[in-house]
């Protein structure tokens, strides 16, 4: 399973945790349990919207905009 690197936008922390791909969306801060955190993408990038929660709904896979992920 791999690692995935996260920022937590409610106090900035930084962390890495083992998490599928199902439960991406659903990660909480460990630090201050938030869940308002960012995935961030590092050396690696996980192609496609299939399954993932942040893009839903953009409706456009190529378009820059419309998603912050
Ligand atoms: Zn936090």
């Known amino acids: 399973m791999p690692t995935y690197d996260f920022r937590c936008n409610a ?3 930084e962390f890495s945790t083992f998490v599928s791909v199902k ?3 659903s990660v909480i801060c460990e630090h201050c349990d938030s869940g308002q955190i960012k ?3 590092r050396g ?3 192609q496609g919207t299939s ?6 709904g953009t409706g456009c ?4 905009s419309g998603c912050s992920a």
């Open 11 to 13: 106090c900035g922390a």
């Open 23 to 25: 439960k991406r969306g």
């Open 39 to 41: 995935q961030l993408l």
């Open 44 to 46: 690696f990038y996980v």
């Open 51 to 56: 399954g993932g929660g942040a893009c839903a």
């Open 61 to 64: 896979a190529s378009c820059p």
